[in-house]
């Protein structure tokens, strides 16, 4: 399964190759990424990271953390 993940906003590409089941959090993890500062978008809306990868492509909105 192949997912393209366009960090915004510096526009980076990232290409995630996982296993059926994995989920948005498998994939920042893989990459990463802090699950805690960032927010995935598909088609305009909002999708929760323990989620299952089905998307094609997504936009990972990376904010600061609270702390």
Do not use: H
């Amino acid at each position: 399964m192949l997912c393209r993940f366009t960090l915004i906003p510096d526009g980076r590409v990232l290409i995630y190759r996982g296993r059926p089941g994995e989920t948005f959090e498998d994939a920042l993890l893989s990459f990463e990424l802090n699950p805690d500062t960032a927010l995935i978008f598909s088609g305009g809306r909002s999708l929760p990271q323990d989620k299952k990868i089905e998307e094609e492509e997504v936009e990972i909105f990376l904010a600061s953390s609270r702390g």
